[in-house]
């Protein structure tokens, strides 16, 4: 709730012409930005991406014409329905989202045929007359990941070990999940272990990395934790059961998907704004969608 | 926990010899039953399951040598290594479990390699002998489903709907959420939509069943709530969120994959208990790994 409120906040006084107090927007408007169509922006977007264009990506163009002038762009965990009714609201025709607009990892549609909810996106897209753009396997390819560099920031680890390993101050494992609970902005943190585990070196895995590459971090690495956004509940949570049955001191926290990836999306507008000088662009936090009992 | 103390006493007694206060273990105790192997067993078993053997199942032997008599059953949700330790203590050889032994849905080993977690629980299970069978395709493979059996004996559902649909007095989606919580015994469980919606027809789909179906169910089914274990959080709770944002009254409530299932293999003792007379069975529930914070 706070995210979502920090990001609207941020683009509305952007456009309202308070820049220089945002580090958020792009301070130096030009009239060339304008002249920008969204493909020349992803053309610009992906000279600093290693390797880009992929040959097999699922970022790719999911909704609207990228030949259109671009008139602001919105990054985002997640194009939901909300986020793309604020990226109209401030003018932007132009959406990065994380992760899929159409509920499956390749956007795949003939399945969805005549749903209700897939035709209602789809006709506010067309309305807003607005492209979305997955920024995916090509933001976790930037080196650093941006994923991570944005994650790093937000807890402060900048300094505290590289790739995926971190070294922190001791805590024990129920207060470390506590620390990140709040850092990340969720309003629930699951974690399996003993709550008194002190845990010191953290393996930091955000999004859903998939269970064979959790569990080979738990494995190979000597990290007393691993903090992940999101597992499947019969692979990575039952590999630390048992661990910790076995008498081994390891731990896990997952902290959700949404809030584990999001502050690597609000990252993303600091590392586009030199590169789109002028351009109006905004992180709006998709949020999480749950509620809990 | 409460369902772990049940089944631990449970099967306690049963060995006691008070069996006839215990309708989870078979009172009909008889020399032939002695003689039976763990693969007599299987045999026996899957007599009653349409069209077994399977050519493609990942319900196969995970551990242990089935030509063994059998001295007990131990049903599950998972083998934990918890589990396989109860199960040594009840004198029980034979855990039949409804989801993976080592981390993964087909049980692949290759990968886990010298892992110390894998090592310390195929150790265990080789000291104490037992054999660790799935079944989960079988199970669901029952008419009806037997995990399905088990959870409308868990809910009180038997005679509020058929198939996957139910219908139940009208509560809001926060009243139902707090109301499922309880009879499956979660420690906290998520909801998606609006807490005050009204919800009367109910789609309920235990364990993780695959964003695709949850959604089509969502999608094609007139009802006002799908009810599951366990989701992608990039496929089911963002379609909901995008219903609910389109104005659409729907809601998703995510029970947890471990307690939306584990009331099934509790029913498996019902099952198997007059098709096994004589033999000892009792239900030991993985319970949920889960803290919170």
Known sequence: MHQRRTGRRTFLQGVAGAAAALPLV????????????????IRIILKDVPNAPFRNTVDTIKSGDPTRKLTGIVTTFLATYEVIKKAGELGANFIITHEPTFYNHRDEIAWLGSDAVYGAKKRLLEQKGIVVWRFHDYWHAVRPDGIMTGVLKKLGWEQAGKDNVFTVPQASLRELALSLKQKFGSASVRFVGNPNQPCRKIGLSPGAYGGQPQITMLSRQSI??????????????EYVRDAVAAGMAKGLI????????????????????????????????????????
Chains 1, 2 share one sequence.
């Open 254 to 293: 997952v902290i959700g998907h949404v809030p584990s990836e999001e502050p690597g999306m609000e990252y993303l507008v600091e590392w586009l704004t030199p590169r789109l000088p002028g351009v109006k662009i905004a992180h709006v936090p998709a949020g999480s969608p749950f509620n809990y009992v």
């Open 224 to 237: 007393d934790v691993l903090v992940c956004g999101e597992i499947a509940e019969w692979e990575t949570s």
């Open 26 to 41: 792009s301070a130096n408007a030009t009239a060339a930005a304008s002249d920008l169509t969204i493909n020349d922006a």
